[in-house]
């Protein structure tokens, strides 16, 4: 669906989280369909979630939405007969993308409801907004890649510059006291920061964009990892 300058991949993915079940309930259809099936979170792709009761693991049963509305419905309609979702089921997450052509902005969303053992529900939302440049450089501009390059370069110089200081004047007189501390912690926040960014790069390394039309592509493990990266930078710069 196109809206303006915004693109919506609707073909979202449905999870379920119920504590430690994790094999299929007698009364759903042995048919070795993929929502009658635990996923660990490396089928999932997803991290842990801390929401308002408690945080979940990123394992569960999953199910990803057709695009096709009668699909839909039909899908929908099985999983309500077999009580795919019941009196256990602690959590329900709706993961889905948005994406921005005019800032180049990809929007990775989350939408779940809690189920405490009391009753009712409890809804919460969370949204990942990630350039598609820290995923994909080729669609970075030259200064941005220059300027990741610089920061690299010259945090490489001073940890070399500090390598120096070791040698000449000791590890004691060199480190020993409170900037050269800061230093370190500063650099290590930075190349812990870099990991992270080289790590979603990584991961997308291999995923198309945009995502293919029948399908469901799971970006929360390199938002996750470009959150990180940012608040990191902004903690090594203060």
Not at 41 to 53: D, K
Not at 153 to 167: A, P, S
């Amino acid at each position: 669906m196109k809206n303006g300058i915004f693109f919506f991949f609707p073909f979202p993915s449905l999870r379920s989280w119920a504590g430690e079940l994790k094999e299929p309930e007698s009364r759903w259809p042995n048919t070795g369909a993929e929502q009658y099936r635990w996923h660990n979170t490396s089928e999932t792709q997803e991290n842990s979630f801390s929401a308002r009761l408690r945080s979940y693991p990123g394992s569960g049963f999953a199910v990803p939405i057709p695009r096709d509305e009668d699909e839909r419905n039909a899908l929908f309609d099985e999983l309500e007969s077999v009580r795919w979702l019941d009196e256990r089921t602690r959590a329900v997450f709706v993961d889905f993308l948005v994406y921005n052509t005019n800032i180049d902005v990809l929007s990775i969303v989350k939408v779940m409801a809690e189920f405490p053992p009391t009753g009712g529900a409890i809804p919460s939302i969370n949204m990942r907004n990630v350039r598609l440049g820290y995923l994909y450089p080729s669609r970075s501009t030259i200064f941005d890649l220059a300027w990741d390059g610089i920061l690299l370069g010259v945090v490489l110089v001073y940890i070399i510059m500090l390598f120096v200081g070791c040698k000449r004047k000791g590890f004691k007189k060199q480190v020993l006291h409170f900037w050269g501390i800061l230093d370190i912690a500063n650099y290590f926040l930075f190349l812990i920061a870099y990991v992270l960014k080289f790590r979603a790069i990584l991961i997308c390394f291999n995923i198309d964009f945009p995502p293919p039309h029948n399908g469901f592509t799971n970006y929360e493990t390199p938002g996750w990892s470009i959150d990180m990266w940012r608040n990191l930078m902004a903690i090594s710069t203060c």
